[in-house]
């Protein structure tokens, strides 16, 4: 299975954009790039993804290297319910089997 | 959104005991549903692959005749660790997929947390 490499922790302040990058250099043509964020003792929250093109919802926004080699996750403007671990998956022809990596644990200030 | 709903949340246990959690589909057929493994300040460990009607394929390294999956239908999956021992103490997180392409959506239910004495 293809990996990700995420920075193991980030900050940020309140209302200011957040970038959250995610390094996946051995991704495969039909691997799709999944974003998933996790809050202390809940289970995952499904946040966005994509295959090529960027691609924007309420949530957040994915930038998606020509190469597809990395990608980022934007979070427009960061509230303190964004605190949580990020995770980035990908996901390909493996019977949609995730492998979570250990994630990027952001941490917001007001 | 699609939901998907974990009984019970919570359960403490003693050591011997077999102890079942039960992951529920509520608005929509899963095809597939997963079972994963966190322990604190870890990541989350697929344990399990289930889909209705066969037998569930486990990752490697985890015990089958320990880790026993029914999946009785296309919404409602269940894990029950048996002769449960302090080690098995975690989070378990069910999910589950409507569809079965790569890019198809996961959705998680809350978790049980499972505290074995």
């Known amino acids: 299975d293809a990996k990700t490499t995420q920075p193991n922790s980030m900050e940020s302040n309140e209302e200011e954009p957040v970038h959250l990058p995610c390094n996946h250099s051995?991704?495969?043509?039909?691997?799709?790039i999944h974003w998933y964020r996790q809050l202390p003792s809940q289970g995952p929250e499904y946040v966005i993804h994509?295959?090529?093109s960027n691609v924007n919802n309420r949530m957040a926004s994915l930038a998606i290297a020509e190469d597809r080699k990395s990608s980022t996750l934007i979070l427009h403007r960061a509230t303190l319910r964004d605190a949580a671990v990020y995770y980035c998956?990908?996901?390909?022809?493996?019977?949609?089997?995730?492998?979570f990596g250990s994630g990027t644990k952001l941490n917001v200030k007001p | 959104g699609a939901v998907v709903s974990q009984h019970p949340s919570w359960v403490i246990c003693k050591s011997g005991t077999s102890v079942k959690i039960e992951c529920r589909s509520l608005d929509f057929q899963a095809t597939t549903m997963f079972w994963y493994r966190q322990f604190p300040k870890q990541s989350l460990m697929l344990m399990a692959t289930s889909n209705e009607g066969s037998k569930a394929t486990y990752e490697q390294g985890v015990e089958k005749d320990k880790f026993l999956i029914n999946h009785a239908s296309l919404t409602l999956s269940t894990l029950t660790v048996t002769s449960a021992h302090p080690e098995d103490s975690s989070f378990y997180i069910c999910?589950?997929?409507?569809?079965?392409?790569?890019?198809?959506?996961?959705?998680f239910g809350p978790g049980t947390r499972l505290t074995v004495l």
């Open positions: 999910s589950a997929t409507p569809g079965s392409g790569s890019s198809d959506t996961q959705y």
């Open positions: 998956i990908l996901l390909g022809n493996n019977f949609n089997k995730f492998y």
């Open positions: 051995t991704i495969s043509g039909t691997d799709y």
């Open positions: 994509g295959l090529t």
